[in-house]
C-alpha cells in the first residue's frame, strides 16, 4: 500500500531555513513524479513545487521559487524540500503528494498525500 | 498561471437533496491532441489531507460513489453531489494539472442544512 510520511516541520524565525522530508514506501518511489503541496491554517490549498520520477526536472510557484528547493533520493525512496529565506506567509501544513501515472512531470492529478507536517514562521 | 475560481465559496444542503459547485478556469484546460480536460477535484474533511474524488473532469477513483458527477469542458466545470449525505460534509476543490504551476479553486464547503 502507498504511503507517503512528512517530517521536518516546527517553529522558525522569519529568515531562517528548514529542510522537510517526505518518506515513501509501498510503491516504485523512482517512477513517480512527487510534489509539494501546502495549505495555511484556515485556508485552500496551494501547489507548491513538483520534481519529475527521475529528479531532472522541477518547477516551482512564483511565491516560493528562488528560495525553496525540491529534491529527491530515489536510493532512499526520500523526497525533500529545503525551505530558505522564510517568510509568516510560508506558515502552513506542507503535503507531499504522487501523481497519479507513472513517469510524469507535473501534468497529472495528484493521487497519493500524506497527511502533512506543520510549518510556523513566526518571530 | 491558471486562475480557478469556484462557485460558491459555501452550501448548505438537506440530507437526500443535490449540491452543484461550479469551477472557472481563466484559461481553457482541454488538451485537443488527446481530447481530455485537465480537471480534477478533490474532498477535504477536517484534520485530512484531501481525496482525489473526480480526473479528467469526469473519471471517478474506484472508491467514489456514483452520485459524485464531474462534468464540464474546457472552462467551465461542475461537481454534482446527488442524494447528499451527512458523510459528505467537507470542503470541495478543483484543480487544473493542464499547466505548471498546477492551481486549485479556493474550495467550496459543503454542509447539512
Known amino acids: 500500500q502507498m504511503q507517503l510520511v512528512e517530517s521536518g516541520g516546527g517553529v522558525v524565525q522569519p529568515g531562517l531555513s528548514l529542510r522537510l522530508s517526505c518518506a515513501a514506501s509501498?510503491?516504485?518511489?523512482?517512477?513517480?513524479?512527487l510534489h509539494w503541496v501546502r495549505q495555511a491554517p484556515g485556508k485552500g490549498l496551494e501547489w507548491v513545487a513538483v520534481?519529475?520520477?527521475?529528479?531532472?526536472?522541477?518547477y516551482y510557484s512564483d511565491p516560493v521559487r528562488g528560495r525553496f528547493t525540491i529534491s529527491r533520493d530515489n536510493t532512499q525512496d526520500m523526497l525533500y524540500l529545503q525551505m530558505n529565506n522564510l517568510r509568516p506567509e510560508d506558515t502552513a501544513v506542507y503535503f507531499c503528494?504522487?501523481?497519479?501515472?507513472?513517469?510524469?512531470?507535473?501534468?497529472?492529478?495528484?493521487?497519493?498525500w500524506g497527511q502533512g507536517t506543520l510549518v510556523v514562521v513566526s518571530s | 498561471d491558471i486562475v480557478m475560481t469556484q462557485s460558491p465559496d459555501s452550501l448548505t444542503v438537506s440530507l437526500g437533496e443535490r449540491a452543484t459547485i461550479n469551477c472557472k478556469s481563466s484559461q481553457s484546460v482541454y488538451l485537443s491532441s488527446n481530447n481530455k480536460n485537465y480537471l480534477s477535484w478533490y474532498q477535504q474533511k477536517p484534520g485530512q489531507p484531501p481525496k482525489l474524488l473526480i480526473f479528467w473532469a469526469s473519471t471517478r477513483e474506484s472508491w467514489v460513489p456514483d452520485r459524485f458527477i464531474g462534468s464540464g469542458s474546457g472552462t467551465d466545470f461542475t461537481l454534482t453531489i446527488n442524494t447528499l449525505q451527512a458523510e459528505d460534509v467537507a470542503v470541495y476543490y478543483c484543480?487544473?494539472?493542464?499547466?505548471?504551476?498546477?492551481?486549485f479553486g479556493q474550495g467550496t464547503k459543503v454542509e447539512i442544512k
Open positions: 503528494a504522487t501523481e497519479r501515472v507513472r513517469y510524469g512531470s507535473g501534468t497529472f492529478p495528484l493521487d497519493d
Open positions: 509501498g510503491f516504485l518511489f523512482d517512477t513517480y513524479a
Open positions: 520534481v519529475s520520477y527521475d529528479g531532472r526536472t522541477t
Open positions: 484543480h487544473q494539472y493542464h499547466s505548471v504551476p498546477q492551481t
